[in-house]
C-alpha cells in the first residue's frame, strides 16, 4: 500500500491529467490525457508484473483522454496484456467512444449524499464561493469527480441559461445564438462540453416531473439530447451548431 500511495509500485500506473507547467504541479491540469501518455505504458506491457500476480493501470477519468489517445488504448483493450487490468473512470460513460464502452464491464459506485459532496468540493476547491460549490454540488449527481470537471466553468450561468429557455422558449433564437457565440469558440471546449453534459441532465430533470403529454415531449427530447451529445462528440460537430440545436432542443419543452 505505501508503494502505491507513493505513487513507486512497480505494478500499478495512474493516468491523469497533467500540470499545464511541469515546473508549477499546483496549477492548472492540462485539458487532456495525451497519447504521448498512453504510448509511455506499451514498455511496461512487454513485461511480466514484478511484485504482484497481475498489473493494474488506472485511467482517471477516461473522459479527458485526447481522441488519439482513446484509439491507442483501444488497441490494448482488445487484446489486454497478460495480467493486466484496466480500471476506466467515467463520469459520463455515455459520452465514451462505444468501441471502449463495448469492451468495458461497468461498475456502479453508489452516489454520495449532498453533504458529503459539499465537503469533498469544500476540501479540493477552497476558493470557491459558496454559488460556485452550491452548483457544482447540483452537478455533480453524487460523484465529486464530475463537481471537479466543471470547477470555474460557471456551471451556475449554463443551467440558469438552460432553465429561461426551457421556462420561455425561444421564438426569435435569440437565446440560442447568444448562447451559441458564447460556447462555440475554441477557447471555451471545456465549458461546451459541460454544456452538453448539463443540457442532458437538465432534460432528465424535467421529465422526472412531468406527466401525459408533457412526459412524452420531455422523454423525445432527452432521447435526442442524448443522440446530439454522442454525435457531436464521437464525429466532432460543429461546436456553435450543436449548442444551437441542443438549445432548440431544450426550448422545445417550454409548456
Do not use: W
Not at 461498475?107 to 452548483?135: C, M, N, S, W, Y
Amino acid at each position: 500500500r505505501s508503494l502505491i500511495e507513493a505513487g513507486s509500485h512497480p505494478d500499478y500506473r495512474v493516468l491523469a491529467r497533467l500540470p499545464k507547467d511541469p515546473e508549477k504541479p499546483d496549477q492548472d491540469l492540462a485539458r487532456s490525457i495525451t497519447i504521448a501518455q498512453v504510448r509511455m505504458l506499451q514498455p511496461l506491457f512487454a513485461t511480466t508484473p514484478s511484485m504482484s500476480a497481475r498489473r493494474v493501470v488506472v485511467i482517471d477519468a477516461i473522459d479527458d483522454l485526447e481522441r488519439g489517445g482513446a484509439n491507442a488504448l483501444l488497441k490494448n483493450l482488445e487484446e489486454p496484456p497478460a495480467g493486466t487490468i484496466f480500471l476506466l473512470v467515467s463520469h459520463a460513460p455515455g459520452r465514451l467512444l462505444p468501441t471502449i464502452r463495448s469492451r468495458c464491464r461497468l461498475l456502479r459506485f453508489e452516489a454520495l449524499g449532498q453533504d458529503e459532496v459539499t465537503k469533498a468540493i469544500r476540501a479540493l476547491r477552497p476558493e470557491a464561493d459558496d454559488e460556485e460549490v452550491a452548483a457544482l454540488v447540483r452537478a455533480s449527481d453524487g460523484a465529486p469527480g464530475r463537481a471537479l470537471r466543471y470547477a470555474g466553468l460557471d456551471i451556475a450561468g449554463i443551467d440558469s441559461a438552460l432553465a429561461e429557455i426551457a421556462r420561455d422558449g425561444d421564438r426569435d433564437n435569440g437565446r440560442r445564438l447568444k448562447l451559441a457565440k458564447a460556447l462555440g469558440g475554441k477557447t471555451s471546449q471545456p465549458r461546451y462540453e459541460a454544456f452538453l453534459d448539463r443540457a442532458q441532465a437538465f432534460v432528465a430533470d424535467q421529465a422526472r416531473t412531468r406527466s401525459g403529454p408533457a412526459l412524452r415531449t420531455a422523454l423525445d427530447a432527452h432521447a435526442a439530447a442524448r443522440d446530439l451529445a454522442g454525435a457531436a462528440v464521437g464525429l466532432s460537430l460543429d461546436a456553435q451548431a450543436t449548442v444551437f440545436e441542443m438549445a432548440g432542443i431544450v426550448a422545445s419543452l417550454r409548456q
